[in-house]
């Protein structure tokens, strides 16, 4: 709550912004959760509309990316009691940030994604190439400085983006440190008692109190999920690993590809990090978790599935004078000019949201 309202005095006001605070703090008040997280929820739709125009310059395009995230398949955790509506808002919002170079406000964000959901920590590789990666390719690489020759203009900027890639990468990661270090003081005891807490744990050489809960109670790690009785959630999380690699394959083709023709909206724009971003938490997924969460996992940690349903969706209404769905009835006509692959889609984001809320909101199963 202090760092929410720390965050809160030093951001800037956006609409964004004021909806995501606001409904943070209608959260605590009883009989109003379900309106909070709701709201919540068009926090990050947001951002995401936000940093897609940033990134894109084109609001057709962000428009479609937004109304993508506001159907996407895991779309009832973002509107009930879970994290996922809170910490997109934070990791959408703190790009948008770092894309315009607001560093402070981008870390603080960072900073209040990763305190909470422990995956934020992740979000420190987007400082770590914006500032340090980036600026070798576009400066060095590309000869605009002569670091070889010891200049000292060179060497001082350098320096300046490695110190700002540092401190904002500590501060992500304090809030994650901070849980394990409180975590391992109150439940190890005294560390010269080998008797104290679990020893496993607590005298290991990294004790991570998350890493043990999980591999511990929830049975997670290196493909421990693969069993013949899991085969139905395995199903259940192949959608969105088939479009967030189909996107990952159509951008890395387009970076050895000639001809701009056939190219998705997506690969319009360098969007390396995003794309290294999105396939870590895919792999890490598919490998190390309960593989059927891997759909609200990426859809609340990354624009680029939303970026990809709204490339393949563009791709038909690039043919048709419809600018994007607005009626019920310009609706119809859509329809009829989207390609089997983009209704195939629909039918995808339509079926799991509706099957989702049935089963979720009677305590069933779901991804």
């Given at each position: 709550?202090?760092?929410?309202?720390?965050?809160?005095?030093?951001?800037?006001?956006?609409e964004?912004?004021?909806?995501?605070?606001?409904?943070?703090?209608?959260?605590?008040?009883n009989?109003?959760?379900?309106?909070?997280?709701?709201?919540?929820?068009?926090?990050?739709?947001?951002?995401?509309?936000?940093?897609?125009?940033?990134?894109?310059?084109?609001?057709?395009?962000?428009?479609?990316?937004?109304?993508?995230?506001?159907?996407?398949?895991?779309?009832?955790?973002?509107?009930?009691?879970?994290?996922?509506?809170?910490?997109?808002?934070?990791?959408?919002?703190?790009?948008?940030?770092?894309?315009?170079?607001?560093?402070?406000?981008?870390?603080?964000?960072?900073?209040?994604?990763?305190?909470?959901?422990?995956?934020?920590?992740?979000?420190?590789?987007?400082?770590?190439?914006?500032?340090?990666i980036?600026?070798?390719?576009?400066?060095?690489v590309?000869?605009?400085?002569?670091?070889?020759?010891c200049?000292?203009?060179?060497?001082?900027?350098?320096?300046?983006?490695?110190?700002?890639?540092?401190v904002?990468?500590?501060?992500?990661?304090?809030?994650?440190?901070?849980?394990?270090?409180?975590g391992?003081?109150?439940?190890c005891?005294?560390?010269?008692?080998?008797?104290?807490?679990?020893?496993?744990?607590?005298?290991?050489?990294?004790?991570?109190?998350?890493?043990?809960?999980?591999?511990?109670?929830?049975?997670?790690?290196?493909?421990?999920?693969?069993?013949?009785?899991?085969?139905?959630?395995?199903?259940?999380?192949?959608?969105?690993?088939?479009?967030?690699?189909y996107?990952?394959?159509?951008?890395?083709?387009?970076?050895?590809?000639?001809?701009?023709?056939?190219?998705?909206?997506?690969?319009?724009?360098?969007?390396?990090?995003?794309?290294?971003?999105?396939?870590?938490?895919?792999?890490f997924?598919?490998?190390?978790?309960?593989?059927?969460?891997?759909?609200?996992?990426?859809?609340?940690?990354?624009?680029?599935?939303?970026?990809?349903?709204?490339?393949?969706?563009?791709?038909?209404?690039?043919?048709?004078?419809?600018?994007?769905?607005?009626?019920?009835?310009?609706?119809?006509?859509?329809?009829?000019?989207?390609?089997?692959?983009?209704?195939?889609l629909?039918?995808?984001?339509?079926?799991?949201?509706?099957?989702?809320?049935l089963?979720?909101?009677?305590?069933?199963?779901?991804?």
């Amino acid at each position: 709550m202090k760092l929410m309202l720390l965050t809160q005095r030093v951001l800037t006001i956006s609409e964004s912004l004021i909806v995501s605070f606001v409904t943070h703090l209608m959260a605590s008040i009883n009989g109003m959760r379900s309106t909070s997280y709701s709201l919540q929820k068009m926090g990050s739709v947001a951002a995401l509309y936000h940093l897609t125009l940033q990134v894109y310059k084109d609001e057709r395009f962000a428009v479609l990316s937004a109304v993508a995230h506001c159907f996407n398949p895991a779309s009832i955790f973002f509107s009930t009691n879970y994290t996922e509506s809170l910490y997109a808002f934070c990791v959408f919002q703190a790009l948008v940030f770092l894309e315009e170079r607001s560093l402070t406000k981008s870390t603080l964000l960072f900073m209040f994604a990763s305190a909470t959901r422990s995956n934020g920590i992740v979000n420190a590789g987007f400082p770590i190439y914006n500032l340090v990666i980036q600026f070798v390719i576009q400066n060095i690489v590309h000869g605009h400085l002569d670091v070889m020759q010891c200049k000292i203009q060179s060497i001082i900027q350098y320096s300046q983006q490695m110190c700002k890639a540092v401190v904002m990468t500590l501060a992500i990661i304090l809030p994650f440190t901070v849980v394990n270090i409180i975590g391992y003081l109150q439940f190890c005891g005294d560390v010269h008692d080998m008797s104290a807490g679990d020893s496993d744990w607590c005298h290991g050489k990294v004790p991570i109190l998350y890493s043990r809960i999980q591999s511990a109670h929830w049975g997670v790690g290196f493909l421990k999920y693969y069993k013949f009785r899991k085969i139905p959630n395995i199903i259940l999380a192949l959608p969105c690993i088939i479009l967030t690699m189909y996107g990952v394959r159509e951008y890395l083709f387009s970076i050895f590809s000639q001809s701009n023709s056939k190219k998705l909206q997506l690969a319009s724009k360098d969007i390396f990090v995003y794309v290294v971003h999105v396939l870590f938490l895919c792999l890490f997924g598919i490998l190390f978790m309960h593989v059927e969460v891997i759909t609200r996992f990426i859809f609340s940690s990354s624009p680029f599935p939303c970026w990809v349903a709204a490339s393949i969706l563009m791709t038909d209404f690039k043919k048709s004078a419809v600018a994007y769905p607005c009626s019920f009835s310009t609706a119809r006509a859509v329809w009829g000019i989207l390609q089997p692959r983009s209704k195939l889609l629909c039918i995808y984001f339509a079926t799991y949201v509706s099957i989702g809320t049935l089963l979720h909101v009677n305590f069933l199963p779901w991804t």
